[in-house]
């Protein structure tokens, strides 16, 4: 495998990683407040459809955004309203949002656009274009230079390669991704809200007992989950791909649970959990590489799989143990 | 303690739970310019106006009842298995290699050792997270729901790779030998001279489940174990300290439940398709969910909303074949009941609690 490949390689992972990181992040702050999510998927594809329907509807990637992000918070929203207001039970609740998500988009879309339960192809500024940073080779040289960018960046060394295609020309949803990182921790481990919102998914009673509302935390989770799970979503409809397509965000929100697990809750143990994810997921694109890499067949079912093998792994705790919130999944009920 | 009469716990909030998630879904009806009464009128009509109809409805509901069950058996046991899928998804796997092992005579042979496979792929699959659950204290949710995606992915592998007959692009198995081939409502009820429609699906299997509804009670209320599984799936320290042991429930718990996902397979499998297909399923097994929730985890009640939800899927393809209405409509009322039975009970119920309760009061006031 030369070094061209290798580069190739990475930036589809990071591509492919960055809707895992975002919704990896979303269900790290709802469960670090004690609320199971596994609707990452619902509020993600339902982001993926009004941003998408929207983008093309005003023409503005960035209505569409919005739209995206406002729907996922609703979803939230619900998700709150069953699991903190009415104490139901927070796994059911994400199954019900699922199937809810899944068949509203394709309804809505139906009723929409009569395209089959998708939107029209997003071109021009309905999309998420890549950014060029400064120095790298982009569609700008290319078309300056009047040659395809392909050979431009055979010529380039290895280290314009490694710029160019690797840190630059993404869009900036990838970037977003990769500063709520750092942010994520942050806000986590840094701020008096992010303490509070760690000790209510620890032990809700202390928190209720200082004179802090574990509902009014728990609601802002939810806020915060919508927020990232919207970013994520319209990141696969505008800017991974050009529309929405029936259940596209195919598995992507069970596959940010796993990561979350394999990171043990962690912000930055997520975006190498997300990464490696996406590497996975890159590597089951191109199964010629893995061919030539291990030397033989690698069944490409077993790459797909291979994010939940190793998630059931580390859940097993025999490499190291990975220990949920402990308040997780229960509703609080403040002592008559 | 009880705040509610039980006919209100088991019967009144399910059904004010129903008809809210029935209104919200005719709003969604109206929502895409559709008329939901009619809607209404054709989907009765689609699913239980003719005997074809009734066929397909008794065959999904078949498919819905074994992991409605399978839901249960867990549940009651405190095990939340969201795997059924997974589970019935492997069941068909060890039909279909059943039913493809031998030439097989007459189905009342291939049915036992197909039922048999299927139930023990099925537990097979739901072994590794139940082994995990009672052992390294895995979250029993997070594991089923990772065993769901690796079942597709090995389904998918054999089918591709092992199953898929000299030639054929198509990931599906050979066609089952003519043996395997189950007997149909319509030539049952023809025996004793009732007509019934020849193409629908409806078949032996849903004697098969309608057993299983009556085990599984006997099982549950009538055995020793049933009793043990039930005190743990209530309280796991009392049930230790009755020397109830936690190892033992959970796993055997989850062996019946992944056997009952996995005996799905002789209805959808050996049933219907008569060979392998990728996806199978459906998403019965999540359905299942549903079905418990609604039925309240009891065979009885599992009984009725399963075939609810036949009623729910074979009109909703009726809805899909005659209106412009997409078939995805189902799977939004699918999520609305989940919601309001599963998910939102307590909205419901503490309503009608406060309601009982001021009931209570004004009578004992009044008695005074």
Not at chain 2, 37 to 46: C, E, I, N, S, T
Not at chain 2, 313 to 333: D, F, K, N, S
Request: aromatic share 10%; glycine share 10%.
């Amino acid at each position: 495998m030369d070094f061209a490949t290798l580069i190739q390689i990475l930036d589809s992972s990071l591509r492919l990683a960055t809707p895992l990181l975002l919704a990896c992040l979303a269900g790290l702050f709802s469960e670090r407040s004690g609320i199971f999510d596994i609707g990452l998927e619902a509020k993600m594809l339902i982001s993926a459809f009004f941003s998408a329907a929207f983008a093309y509807t005003t023409g503005s990637v960035w209505l569409g955004l919005l739209a995206g992000i406002l729907a996922s918070m609703v979803f939230a929203g619900i998700h709150g309203l069953a699991s903190i207001t009415f104490r139901g039970n927070q796994l059911i609740s994400g199954v019900a949002l699922n199937f809810l998500a899944s068949g509203m988009t394709v309804l809505i879309a139906q009723d929409w656009f009569q395209q089959g339960g998708r939107t029209p192809s997003l071109i021009g500024r309905a999309r998420f274009e890549g950014i060029e940073l400064p120095f790298a080779i982009g569609p700008s040289d290319a078309e300056a230079a009047g040659r395809p960018l392909s050979e431009l960046l055979a010529e380039a060394g290895p280290l314009q390669l490694f710029y160019s295609e690797l840190v630059s020309g993404h869009s900036v949803l990838v970037y977003v991704a990769l500063l709520a990182v750092p942010a994520s921790w942050w806000v986590l481990f840094r701020t008096r809200f992010g303490l509070r919102l760690r000790a209510v998914g620890e032990n809700p009673a202390a928190v209720d007992t200082a004179g802090i509302s574990v509902i009014g935390l728990r609601y802002s989770a939810m806020v915060i989950v919508g927020l990232l799970c919207g970013l994520a979503g319209a990141y696969l409809a505008t800017g991974l791909q050009a529309g929405f397509v029936k259940d596209m965000t195919a598995g992507r929100g069970y596959i940010a649970l796993a990561a979350l697990i394999f990171a043990k809750w962690r912000p930055w143990h997520a975006l190498g959990a997300c990464l490696l994810f996406g590497l996975l997921q890159a590597l089951a694109l191109r199964t010629d590489v893995v061919e030539a890499l291990f030397r033989f067949k690698l069944p490409v079912q077993f790459l797909d799989s291979l994010p939940y093998i190793l998630t059931v792994v580390i859940l097993a705790g025999f490499v190291g143990k990975a220990i949920p919130p402990r308040a997780g999944g229960e509703p609080y009920v403040k002592e008559r | 303690m009880d705040v509610m009469p039980k006919w209100a716990d088991v019967l009144l909030v399910p059904v004010i739970s129903l008809i809210l998630a029935m209104v919200i879904s005719a709003l969604v009806i109206l929502g895409i310019g559709e008329d939901p009464w009619a809607a209404l009128k054709l989907m009765v009509q689609g699913s239980f106006g003719s005997t074809y109809g009734w066929g397909y409805t008794l065959f999904y509901a078949t498919n819905f009842i074994f992991t409605g069950l399978a839901f249960a058996v867990a549940s009651h046991a405190a095990m939340f298995n969201i795997g059924a899928e997974g589970q019935a998804t492997l069941g068909g796997l060890g039909v279909a290699l059943v039913c493809l092992a031998l030439p097989w005579p007459h189905w009342t042979l291939a049915l036992p050792a197909a039922m048999a496979g299927g139930a023990l792929f099925g537990a097979a699959w739901a072994f590794l997270p139940a082994w995990l659950a009672a052992k390294r204290g895995s979250h029993i949710v997070i594991t089923t729901i990772m065993f769901n995606f690796i079942g597709a992915a090995v389904l998918n592998y054999m089918l591709v790779n092992a199953m898929r007959p000299e030639g054929s692009m198509d990931p599906a198995s050979a066609k089952f030998p003519d043996g395997t081939n189950l007997p149909t409502l319509h030539e049952m009820l023809a025996v004793v001279g009732i007509p019934f429609a020849k193409s629908a699906p409806a078949n032996v299997a849903l004697l098969i489940a309608l057993l299983a509804c009556f085990l599984v009670w006997l099982l549950l209320w009538r055995t020793r174990f049933g009793f043990e599984l039930r005190a743990y799936g209530k309280s796991e320290s009392g049930a230790i300290y009755a020397g109830i042991s936690p190892t033992k429930i959970i796993i055997v718990a989850m062996l019946i439940s992944g056997g009952l996902s996995g005996l799905m397979a002789v209805n959808n499998v050996m049933g219907e398709a008569e060979r392998l297909v990728l996806n199978s399923v459906e998403g019965a097994g999540f359905i299942g969910i549903a079905v418990a929730l609604m039925g309240r985890n009891h065979p009885l009640g599992i009984l009725i909303s399963a075939i609810l939800f036949g009623f729910l899927y074979q009109g909703g393809a009726e809805l899909a074949l005659w209106t412009t209405i997409p078939r995805e409509l189902i799977v939004v009322i699918q999520g609305l009941v989940i919601l309001f039975t599963g998910a939102l009970d307590n909205m419901v119920r503490m309503p009608i609690e406060r309601l009982f309760l001021w009931r209570r009061r004004s009578r004992q006031t009044a008695g005074e």
